[in-house]
């Protein structure tokens, strides 16, 4: 996945907007126009860095004389103490958009690292790990792309790349078999049905129906490796509900093709990164 340019700067400047209403009482007050100041980004953590550029582009919106050198990059792993990029330019814009640009780099990070220790967990198996739909209002865009900067794929972006019949929709039109058929009259011929399951009689009547993907919502490692043996490779199978680092290898050792975690974007631990101001 690759972050467009209008995208970065919607974020940004919403963000910017929250935190700075019509001046900066302390910085404006405080610092001269014409100051200009160096400040370092200094790695408080160990993993896999991601959003650096998003970062930085927070300080050239503020003020478009900001210079940077990057020394470490997007999913390249970086280590406690590493010096991460140098910027230097006004000294307002810098002290305006460090809280911004960290808050966004520390939350990329930690989602880049989250995934890759994901991946590394199951390691030598068939499984890959995907993100979901439950990311915070507003920041979908980086967060995906942190996942994929972690190892980790995307599921759907969004409502409109895949038909996903989730427990609800089949509750609420009350037959998985009427609303795959329904679906397919309507749909078209690029569009993929994927179908929640709970049990192995709902995996068959899926199977029977020859939708493309089968969610396996919260069944036991036994089950699921049922579920592998009975699909036979008819359709991807995707394990969903209560992943962990503790549990993912032995979901992934099941034989699924996909884990998806929603924990990768929703409660992720942020990576700590701290900006130092040259004296």
């Known amino acids: 996945m690759r972050l467009m340019q209008f995208q970065i700067d919607d974020i940004i400047k919403t963000?910017?907007?929250?935190?700075?209403?019509?001046?900066?009482?302390?910085?404006?007050?405080?610092?001269?126009?014409?100051?200009?100041?160096?400040?370092?980004?200094?790695?408080?953590?160990?993993?896999?860095?991601?959003?650096?550029?998003?970062?930085?582009?927070?300080?050239?919106l503020l003020d478009d004389r900001v210079s940077f050198r990057i020394f470490i990059h997007d999913g390249e792993v970086v280590q406690k103490g590493d010096i991460i990029a140098?910027?230097?330019?006004?000294?307002?814009a810098?002290?305006?958009?460090?809280?911004?640009?960290?808050?966004?780099?520390?939350?990329?990070?930690?989602?880049?690292?989250?995934?890759?220790?994901?991946?590394?967990?199951?390691?030598?198996?068939?499984?890959?790990?995907?993100?979901t739909r439950k990311t915070l209002p507003g920041l979908r865009a980086i967060q995906k792309y942190a996942v994929t900067v972690g190892g980790g794929k995307n599921h759907r972006y969004n409502?409109?790349?895949?038909?996903?019949?989730?427990?609800?929709?089949?509750?609420?039109?009350?037959?998985m078999t009427g609303a795959v058929n329904a679906l397919r009259e309507k749909v078209g011929h690029t569009v993929k049905i994927e179908v929640e399951v709970a049990n192995m009689e709902m995996l068959?009547?899926?199977?029977?129906?020859?939708?493309?993907?089968?969610m396996l919502d919260n069944m036991s490692n036994e089950e699921m490796a049922e579920a592998?043996?009975?699909?036979d490779g008819r359709a991807l199978l995707e394990a969903s509900g209560n992943v962990t680092e503790k549990t993912i290898r032995g979901i992934a050792e099941t034989g699924v093709d996909i884990i998806s975690l929603g924990a990768l974007t929703h409660s992720v631990k942020a990576f700590d990164i701290s900006m130092k101001m040259v004296k």
């Open 15 to 60: 963000a910017l907007l929250e935190d700075i209403n019509y001046i900066d009482v302390t910085t404006d007050l405080l610092v001269s126009d014409d100051a200009v100041s160096t400040a370092k980004y200094v790695s408080k953590d160990e993993g896999v860095l991601c959003g650096i550029e998003v970062a930085l582009r927070v300080f050239k």
């Open 86 to 92: 140098e910027i230097t330019g006004p000294t307002r």
């Open 94 to 131: 810098l002290l305006k958009g460090e809280r911004t640009a960290l808050n966004l780099v520390q939350h990329m990070s930690g989602i880049a690292t989250a995934t890759n220790k994901c991946v590394q967990l199951i390691a030598g198996t068939k499984a890959s790990v995907a993100d």
């Open 159 to 175: 409502l409109s790349d895949c038909a996903m019949l989730k427990d609800t929709h089949l509750d609420a039109y009350g037959s």
């Open 204 to 214: 068959k009547e899926a199977l029977d129906l020859g939708v493309e993907i089968i």
């Open 228 to 231: 592998v043996k009975l699909t």
